[in-house]
């Protein structure tokens, strides 16, 4: 059974992108179909026994890029669409139905059985008419149970869209003026998926105080003067301290597979974090290393007494644009950077947040035991062509809440706000009033957008 408020709750489903690749659609163009689908996989539930994910490619020709038994990780499966290149001829729509209902929709390929517990649901998108016929096999793969969506962009004939689209079609049939448009649909099918899209309004949830409604799922809230206990649920009184002692490392790729503009949101995920913490001799102090090649301190704990000089610094510190030698980051990272002589204060709890875009070139294994093993608490954050069991190994326990990844930089900041809460002190969340208030603000104004 899934934990409450952690994900949304679906029935087992079969799903299956078909994506046009067809000389009509630019690269760039078929990058933004790539950021729809990678969006979708990450508001989902996936694994064997949840939600299984496949992707068809499609152009004159078809081809299957991730059948429905494939890795079943989200961050294979983000790591699996990043991969995708586009075909690059022409538009055989029909020949792409046919072979999801012979081929991706078959127990070969990973399919499930038909039965009222499991559903089977296509994804059709496509940005023009198509060189064959598409009416029959679109009826033939309604009529075996799957559920086709239909995404249209640009000069596509609305017709064949509403000939291959389920039933109601204005529930699924979508149209798009430009590929660089079609994120905003995103939420329409994070929905999509979920049996109950509000369980705050149903009631259906167990928070003490404030239930805060996302697309298909929830999450427990405490009123101001409150915080919300370890498990995410009850809440306790604050006793108005003024933030927790910390001891806070980053640690940050800048191999040149980053990118300079990336390495710019890089900065920004920095800064979000930094401004949620109460920066002082007495309360939070920031560190900043930054690694390629070579590992270069950019400055250590206590030497910035503000936020305001914290960012400063960051905004300005240069990209070294090399190498990945992420072991020898963190031999750095626990036997300097968490050192007195380094600005580090005994008896401070010490939190590490390790950065990467890819796979290290050294070995970490030992590195990354020692750093836990000194009581470190360590968090790993992946983007791009990070490998999943690195950030693992790097990341302390339990595992699943102090690792993340996202398959673009651009999302970052989401990750930002997770971290925001999970640094708080452990053994006396109440002293972390920044964050509460952070996260108070951040809720009221959500409320009122919706509103």
């Known amino acids: 059974p899934l934990s409450p408020g952690t994900l949304c709750r679906t029935k087992p489903t079969d799903l299956v992108f078909i994506i046009d690749s067809s000389r009509s659609v630019r690269p760039h163009e ?26 068809i490619n499609y152009a004159s020709a078809v081809r299957s890029e991730l059948p429905l038994q494939g890795p079943q990780s989200k961050v294979a499966l983000l790591q699996a669409v990043r991969r995708i290149q586009p075909l690059s001829t022409g538009t055989m729509t029909g020949l792409a139905i046919q072979f999801a209902i012979s081929r991706a929709f078959s127990a070969a390929e990973g399919a499930r059985g038909s039965a009222p517990d499991f559903k089977k649901v296509a994804i059709v998108v496509t940005d023009g008419r198509p060189q064959d016929g598409v009416q029959d096999v679109s009826a033939r793969a309604r009529a075996a149970g799957i559920e086709i969506f239909a995404i249209g962009v640009g000069r596509v004939d609305m017709g064949t869209l509403r000939q291959m689209a389920s039933e109601p079609l204005d529930e699924h049939v979508d149209y798009v003026e430009s590929y660089s448009v079609i994120e905003k649909l995103t939420h329409k099918f994070q929905e999509a998926f979920c049996v109950v899209s509000d369980l705050c309004a149903t009631g259906d949830h167990d928070c003490e105080q404030v239930c805060v409604s996302t697309p298909g799922a929830y ?15 009850t809440c306790t009184a604050c006793n108005g301290g003024l933030g927790s002692a910390l001891d806070l490392v980053f640690l940050i790729d800048g191999s040149k597979s980053v990118r300079p503009e990336n390495f710019e949101l890089v900065k920004k995920f920095i800064n979000q974090i930094v401004d949620s913490l109460e920066v002082s001799d007495k309360q939070a102090q920031v560190g900043l290393v930054q690694y390629s090649s ?5 400055f250590p704990l206590g030497q910035f007494k503000s936020k305001k000089d914290i960012k400063a610094a960051v905004k300005k510190m240069s990209y070294m644009e090399k190498g990945t030698m992420t072991g020898q980051a963190l031999k750095y990272l626990v036997d300097s950077s968490f050192s007195v002589i380094n ?3 005994p ?12 796979r290290s070139q050294d070995y970490i294994s030992d590195a990354a035991k020692k750093a836990k093993d000194s009581g470190f608490r360590m968090f790993a954050v992946g ?9 693992r190994e790097i990341a302390s326990e339990p595992v699943a809440e102090h690792y993340f990844y996202t398959a673009d930089f651009r999302t970052i900041s989401k990750i930002g706000k ?7 002190v452990e053994e006396d969340p109440c002293e972390c009033k920044s964050i509460v208030k952070f996260q108070t603000k951040v809720e009221e104004l959500i409320n009122s957008l919706q509103q």
């Open 30 to 55: 078929f990058e933004k179909i790539k950021v729809f689908v990678s969006r979708v996989i990450e508001a989902l539930d996936v694994g064997p026994n949840a939600t299984r994910v496949g992707v």
């Open 219 to 233: 999450r427990c809230a405490c009123r101001d003067g409150f915080s919300l206990n370890s498990d995410g649920k």
């Open 294 to 298: 070579s590992v270069r301190q950019e």
């Open 343 to 345: 600005g580090a204060r």
């Open 347 to 358: 008896g401070v709890p010490k939190v590490g947040i390790v950065f990467t875009d890819g």
């Open 383 to 391: 983007v791009g062509n990070a490998v999943e069991d690195e950030l």
């Open 418 to 424: 997770k971290l925001q809460m999970k640094i708080c």
